[in-house]
């Protein structure tokens, strides 16, 4: 089975600095993983995603994850916090289900704030 | 180039109702997935849907049915609603068998 934990329901940064994000995923199989984020009372909007090629990803609006598969984690940063950055942020794995067919397990979620 | 899209955004039913939800998929999109997110807490799969038949559903009860059509729309419908269905109820589609997922705005059911 697969499972996605997502460490630190709350971060809050001040603008301009480092934002990190965690996430460790377990997977028996190599893992298809995402990062989305969600601003309020919107859907889900891709940021990135790794499916095996360079463990370096880099998404929209500045960010990008690292694949390590020693430690099982796909951690979300961006250099310098906007606070246009301000939204939940979801991370997520790709699980492969009957016939190869993909569904998403999702982590339950880290809310950034960045304030001034 | 038209991205996923749901309707109604909002919805308030009472205990007891049934309600029907409905998704468009992105431009030269065949699946459709939908997920229920309850208030703070990530999406949870509920079914999918590829060649307008369910291929797979999440740990949800019988009460949560859908449908695809032949231009590869979607319905979730539930019946009897009960009050802890009131959630986001998002719509995501992909090509067959493709790794990423787009998702819609979503759909706000409130159940009084």
């Known amino acids: 089975a697969q499972s996605v934990t997502q460490l630190g329901s709350h971060v809050s940064v001040s603008e301009g600095a480092l934002v990190l994000l965690r996430c460790n995923y377990s997977?028996?199989?190599?893992?298809?993983l995402f990062w989305y984020v969600q601003y309020p009372n919107q859907g889900l909007q891709l940021l990135l995603k790794?499916?095996?090629?360079?463990?370096l990803v880099k998404g929209i609006n500045g960010f990008e994850a690292e694949f390590k598969k020693s430690e099982t984690s796909f951690h979300l940063t961006k250099p310098s916090a906007h606070m246009s950055d301000a939204a939940e942020y979801f991370c997520?794995?790709?699980?492969?289900?009957?016939?190869?067919?993909?569904?998403?397990?999702f982590g339950a979620g880290t809310r950034l704030a960045v304030h001034p | 180039d038209a991205g996923v899209t749901q309707s109604p955004t909002h919805l308030i039913k009472t205990r007891g109702q049934q309600v029907t939800l409905r998704c468009s998929p992105k431009?030269?999109?065949?699946?459709v997935s939908w997920y229920q997110q309850a208030l703070g807490q990530g999406p949870q799969f509920i079914f999918q849907?590829?060649?307008?038949?369910?291929?797979q559903r999440g740990n949800f009860p019988d009460r949560f049915s859908g449908h695809q059509f032949p231009n590869y729309s979607s319905e979730l419908n539930v019946n009897a609603l009960l009050l802890g269905d009131s959630a986001l109820y998002l719509c995501?589609?992909?090509?067959?068998?493709?790794?990423?997922?787009?998702f819609g705005p979503g759909t706000r059911l409130l159940v009084l």
């Open positions: 849907y590829y060649e307008e038949e369910e291929r």
């Open positions: 997977s028996s199989v190599p893992p298809y």
């Open positions: 790794y499916t095996s090629a360079a463990t």
């Open positions: 995501a589609s992909s090509l067959e068998a493709a790794e990423t997922q787009y």
């Open positions: 431009s030269g999109h065949d699946t």
């Open positions: 997520a794995v790709s699980a492969f289900i009957s016939g190869g067919y993909n569904k998403l397990i």
